[in-house]
């Protein structure tokens, strides 16, 4: 079975710095496709980076520049380092997999909540 685990989740003042972890078994990061969540609220779930098997990283706009997409092959562990945080960053935190680039987001996590403030 497929698990993947989120930590890294907090309370945090804005303009602070927070990395999340996504501790994946029975899944390879090194070969398969992943990505982060978030879903405030009221508000709909939204994409916030992704990364392919190559490693190569995309962000949406909101996040780009601040937040930074990582694989460590060896942990098998997915990251997301978010700097300059702001109050609009606030929200549960999803990590997601999949192994087939044109498939949907088939395994994800329990979620890490993120609180800016």
């Known amino acids: 079975d497929v698990q993947l685990v989120e930590s890294g989740g907090g309370l945090v003042q804005p303009g602070g710095s927070l990395r999340l972890s996504c501790a994946a078994s029975?899944?390879?990061?090194?070969?398969?496709?992943m990505a982060w969540f978030r879903q405030a609220p009221g508000k709909e779930r939204e994409g916030v980076a992704a990364v392919d098997t190559a490693g190569a990283p995309t962000y949406t706009y909101a996040v780009a520049g601040r937040f930074t997409i990582s694989k460590d092959n060896v942990k098998n562990t997915l990251y997301l380092q978010m700097n300059d945080l702001k109050s609009e960053d606030t929200a549960m935190y999803y990590c997601a997999a999949k192994r087939i680039v044109n498939e949907g987001w088939s395994f994800w996590g329990q979620g890490t909540q993120v609180t800016v403030s």
């Open positions: 029975g899944y390879s990061v090194s070969t398969g496709y």
